[in-house]
C-alpha cells in the first residue's frame, strides 16, 4: 500500500486537479490512500474531496506544511509515504514508478523527483514561468549537494520515517532539515527523474516574494547561531546580488526553455529575483524578524511566533 499526502492551505480547485491527477494513476498494481491534511483554511476542501470518493480529509491545527505531513503519516496505513503538494499534479506514471523503484531496489530508502513547472501557454511563457522553469524545484541538485529533496515529490519507507522522525515547524525549512536528519542516520536520498510532478509557476511577485521571505528566514535563523555571523551573512548577501551575471550560461544552455524571448524573461526574472533576496537578506541583518517573515506559511501563525531580540 502506497499512502499519498497532501498538505493544504485555501487552494480547493488547485487541490482538485492534484486529486484528479493521482486518481487517474495508470500502471500501478498495489492499491493506495489519498489523505489530504488541512492547515486552518478558511473553509475545509470537503467538497474538493468528495468528488474523489475514498479520499480521507483530516485537519492539523498547528501550523506549517511540516505538522500538516505528520498528520497525515499518522494515519497513514502503507508501507511506503509518497508526498505532494496541493498545487501539484503528478505525471500519470508517477505512483508506478515510485512502486516500481521500491520494488526493484530493496536497500532503496528514500526518493526524490523531478518537479517541472507548468505552462498556461506553452508557446508564451511568463515571465516567472520562465525564470522558475530554470531555477525553481532543483531537486537533483539539492540531493547532490544538500543531501535533501522537496517535500512536493517526495517518497520514502514508512519505517525509515518511523526512524528519523516528525517533519519540523514552520520555524525551519522542513525538506531540508527531515532530508539531512535522515544523512546523519544514514539514510541517502535518490533522484529519480522518471517521478514526475508539476507545479504552476507563481502568478505574481508577490508570491514568489512570500516564498523567499521564508527561505532566507529559515537561513537566517541558522547561520546567526554561528559565530561570527554578521560578516558571513554581509558576504552572502553581496554575493546574491552579484550571481545574475554568473547564471547567464545557466539560462543560455538550459533545455527546458524554447527561444530567445523565454532566455531573456528568465534573465530579467533571475536580477529581479536575487536584488530581492539581498534586499531581504540586508533588512534581516539589520534587525528585521526572522520568525515574522518564516511564518508566512499561514499568516494565523505570525502572532504565535516569538520576535527575533
Same mark, same amino acid.
Given at each position: 500500500?502506497?499512502? &499519498?499526502?497532501?498538505? #493544504?492551505?485555501?487552494?480547493?480547485?488547485?487541490?482538485?486537479?492534484?486529486?484528479?491527477?493521482?486518481?487517474?494513476?495508470?500502471?500501478?498494481?498495489?492499491?493506495? $490512500?489519498?489523505?489530504?491534511?488541512?492547515?486552518?483554511?478558511?473553509?475545509?476542501?470537503?467538497?474538493?474531496?468528495?468528488?474523489?470518493?475514498?479520499?480521507?480529509?483530516?485537519?492539523?491545527? *498547528?501550523?506549517?506544511?511540516?505538522?500538516?505531513?505528520?498528520?497525515? *503519516?499518522? #494515519?497513514?496505513?502503507?508501507?511506503?509515504?509518497?508526498?505532494?503538494?496541493?498545487?501539484?499534479?503528478?505525471?500519470?506514471?508517477?505512483?508506478?514508478?515510485? $512502486?516500481?523503484?521500491?520494488?526493484?531496489?530493496?536497500?532503496? +530508502?528514500?526518493?526524490?523527483?523531478? *518537479?517541472?513547472?507548468?505552462?498556461? +501557454?506553452?508557446?508564451?511563457?511568463?515571465?516567472? $514561468?520562465?525564470?522558475?522553469?530554470?531555477?525553481?524545484?532543483?531537486?537533483? $541538485?539539492?540531493?547532490?549537494?544538500?543531501?535533501?529533496?522537496?517535500?512536493?515529490?517526495?517518497?520514502?519507507?514508512?519505517?525509515?520515517?518511523?526512524? &528519523?522522525?516528525?517533519?519540523?515547524?514552520?520555524?525551519?525549512?522542513?525538506?531540508?532539515?527531515?532530508?539531512?536528519?535522515?544523512?546523519?542516520?544514514?539514510?541517502?536520498?535518490?533522484?529519480?527523474?522518471?517521478?514526475?510532478?508539476?507545479?504552476?509557476?507563481?502568478?505574481?511577485?508577490?508570491?514568489?516574494?512570500?516564498?523567499?521571505?521564508?527561505?532566507?528566514?529559515?537561513?537566517?535563523?541558522?547561520?546567526?547561531?554561528?559565530?561570527?555571523?554578521?560578516?558571513?551573512?554581509?558576504?552572502?548577501?553581496?554575493?546574491?546580488?552579484?550571481?545574475?551575471?554568473?547564471?547567464?550560461?545557466?539560462?543560455?544552455?538550459?533545455?527546458?526553455?524554447?527561444?530567445?524571448?523565454?532566455?531573456?524573461?528568465?534573465? &530579467?526574472? &533571475?536580477?529581479?529575483?536575487?536584488?530581492?533576496?539581498?534586499?531581504?537578506?540586508?533588512?534581516?541583518?539589520?534587525?528585521?524578524?526572522?520568525?515574522?517573515?518564516?511564518?508566512?506559511?499561514?499568516?494565523?501563525?505570525?502572532?504565535?511566533?516569538?520576535?527575533?531580540?
Amino acid at each position: 500500500m502506497i499512502s &499519498v499526502i497532501i498538505p #493544504h492551505l485555501d487552494q480547493p480547485e488547485l487541490l482538485r486537479s492534484c486529486l484528479a491527477s493521482l486518481t487517474s494513476q495508470t500502471g500501478l498494481r498495489q492499491p493506495f $490512500e489519498l489523505i489530504v491534511v488541512d492547515n486552518g483554511s478558511k473553509e475545509l476542501p470537503v467538497n474538493a474531496c468528495a468528488a474523489y470518493p475514498g479520499t480521507s480529509l483530516l485537519s492539523e491545527p *498547528v501550523p506549517g506544511p511540516g505538522p500538516a505531513r505528520n498528520r497525515g *503519516v499518522s #494515519h497513514a496505513t502503507g508501507d511506503i509515504l509518497a508526498f505532494i503538494d496541493a498545487d501539484c499534479t503528478a505525471d500519470s506514471h508517477w505512483l508506478s514508478e515510485i $512502486e516500481r523503484q521500491f520494488e526493484t531496489d530493496g536497500s532503496l +530508502n528514500i526518493l526524490g523527483g523531478d *518537479v517541472r513547472i507548468s505552462y498556461e +501557454n506553452s508557446e508564451r511563457p511568463t515571465l516567472l $514561468e520562465a525564470y522558475e522553469t530554470v531555477f525553481a524545484y532543483r531537486m537533483k $541538485e539539492y540531493i547532490a549537494k544538500q543531501g535533501f529533496t522537496g517535500t512536493g515529490n517526495l517518497a520514502m519507507r514508512a519505517s525509515v520515517f518511523a526512524a &528519523v522522525g516528525l517533519f519540523g515547524g514552520i520555524d525551519i525549512a522542513e525538506d531540508r532539515d527531515w532530508g539531512q536528519r535522515a544523512l546523519s542516520k544514514g539514510y541517502r536520498t535518490r533522484y529519480c527523474p522518471e517521478m514526475i510532478v508539476f507545479h504552476p509557476a507563481r502568478k505574481s511577485f508577490s508570491e514568489l516574494a512570500r516564498k523567499w521571505q521564508r527561505h532566507t528566514a529559515h537561513d537566517f535563523a541558522r547561520i546567526r547561531a554561528m559565530r561570527g555571523w554578521w560578516p558571513r551573512w554581509i558576504i552572502r548577501t553581496a554575493a546574491i546580488a552579484l550571481s545574475p551575471a554568473a547564471e547567464m550560461f545557466r539560462i543560455a544552455a538550459s533545455d527546458r526553455l524554447d527561444g530567445l524571448r523565454a532566455r531573456m524573461l528568465a534573465f &530579467v526574472g &533571475v536580477v529581479l529575483v536575487r536584488c530581492y533576496r539581498a534586499a531581504i537578506m540586508l533588512s534581516l541583518a539589520f534587525g528585521a524578524s526572522s520568525a515574522r517573515m518564516s511564518g508566512r506559511w499561514n499568516p494565523a501563525s505570525i502572532s504565535a511566533l516569538p520576535r527575533d531580540g
